[in-house]
């Protein structure tokens, strides 16, 4: 499997949806109750800064995305959030790693200062083994 991950396109969204809403049922990484429909899917990430699409390059089947948008407005617009979500069928495969390291790149050329995960469940031991494995700081106030 060779993964590449661009901005993602209008014709995604289905399949970015599907693997969204497979995070949001297994109830272990996304504070999401609800599923995406098709229009709401659309509209969710029509409205971020930046969505990146992990597409396996041999198959072209999406495997995973991210979406990248500011924290906050005004003077805490440098801020930024992000999110990612990755198909079970390939977790465990490296595609996470390929996901946030293109984020921080992509967070830096939008013009970001900061980079946080707002979102991340106690539950999402793999996400935070990775955040760990990168050398990202985690906030523990509160925890």
Not at 63 to 78: A, D, F, S
């Amino acid at each position: 499997m060779k993964i590449i991950v661009n901005k993602y396109e209008k014709k995604d969204i289905n399949e970015m949806k599907n693997i969204w809403n497979e995070v949001v049922r297994d109830g272990n990484a996304f504070p999401q109750i609800e599923e995406l429909t098709e229009v709401s899917a659309a509209n969710f990430f029509d409205e971020q800064s930046f969505c990146g699409v992990a597409k396996d390059s041999e198959s072209n089947i999406i495997v995973g995305l991210y979406i990248l948008h500011p924290n906050n407005v005004g003077r805490c617009g440098h801020i930024s959030n992000a999110s990612f979500a990755v198909s079970s069928s390939v977790r465990g495969y490296g595609v996470g790693e390929i996901l946030v390291k293109h984020c921080i790149e992509q967070a830096r050329k939008l013009g970001f200062k900061i980079l946080q995960f707002n979102a991340v469940v106690k539950s999402n031991t793999a996400a935070l083994k990775l955040y760990k494995k990168l050398g990202l700081q985690r906030c523990t106030k509160g925890t």
